[in-house]
């Protein structure tokens, strides 16, 4: 069993954590983030993560869950103070059970499984980290291959999209490029090795209904930003934009609602054709 570090004051470790929470320039420094949650946590360590301390309060009982995950994980084992564990999960009344800090991956798409069965999510420019988790959950659910967020966007490792994507995050990987330039020489690639890959855009002026196009093969599925919709250089490399038929008063759907009925969609052909 790993030694115990106790930790009672603000000092330099407790700051650097509390800094992961609120400072993404200092969460890619570190190329580390916090997980809080049990379901979050476990899967990070089933699938692979690279934990690097488990935090948990000092001087007070641990679940069966707690104590085996602490035995399990090859990480740093920390004692904090209760308060302390109180101000990095952010809640008042009780300081949580245990903190993980988990090592970033490397932003390469070269994470993303390629096959006849791709279904890659790209989000553009998302501004709403809530949103970000709320569809790398959606594309777990889905059987997404993975997740690409492209240009200028909110970090899918702030406390916010963690949260959202409640443990899918460790499960699908999400993988942040500069722009859809990246994205595209990447398809170009794939292609080039066989699977011909179709990249269908979303919009509320798309020419066909998401039910009424094929999306059984190869597909990057493009979700535009949640005020402007897709850059104008992802409408131009789309293949194809789709819409979403609604009604009612509502005049658009949520951007991460709205991937979430074209990841549907996508799954409900390729069940169907199986």
């Not at 564990?85 to 991956?105: D, I, N, Y």
């Not at 594309?139 to 443990?167: E, L, N, W």
Request: charged share 25%; net charge neutral.
């Amino acid at each position: 069993m790993a030694k115990t570090l106790t930790i009672t004051t603000r000092n330099a470790s407790f700051q650097q954590w509390q800094a992961l929470l609120t400072n993404r320039n200092k969460r890619q420094r570190a190329g580390e983030f916090l997980v809080q949650g049990v379901r979050p946590i476990t899967v990070a360590l089933e699938q692979g993560w690279e934990i690097r301390a488990l935090l948990y309060p000092d001087r007070q009982q641990l679940s069966r869950w707690c104590r085996e995950l602490l035995d399990r994980a090859d990480a740093r084992r920390v004692a904090l103070a209760p308060e302390l564990m109180r101000e990095l999960s952010g809640k008042e009344e009780e300081s949580p059970e245990l903190l993980a800090v988990v090592a970033q991956p490397d932003d390469d798409l070269a994470r993303v499984p390629v096959g006849p069965d791709m279904l890659v999510v790209v989000f553009d420019r998302p501004k709403t980290p809530g949103n970000i988790g709320t569809l790398i959950r959606s594309a777990d659910a889905f059987g997404a291959s993975g997740v690409v967020i492209t240009g200028h966007a909110a970090d899918p490792y702030d406390p916010k999209a963690v949260r959202a994507s409640t443990g899918s995050l460790f499960a699908v990987p999400a993988v942040r490029v500069p722009s859809h330039h990246a994205v595209l020489d990447w398809v170009a690639a794939v292609r080039k090795a066989g699977p011909q890959i179709q990249i269908i855009g979303t919009d509320e002026h798309g020419d066909v209904d998401v039910a009424e196009h094929d999306l059984t093969g190869p597909t990057v599925l493009l979700v535009g930003n949640e005020t402007h919709g897709l850059s104008k250089g992802w409408q131009e490399a789309a293949d194809r934009i789709v819409r979403i038929p609604i009604v009612g008063a509502a005049s658009s759907l949520n951007a991460a609602a709205a991937g979430t009925v074209a990841l549907y969609e996508a799954a409900r052909q390729r069940a169907k054709q199986r």
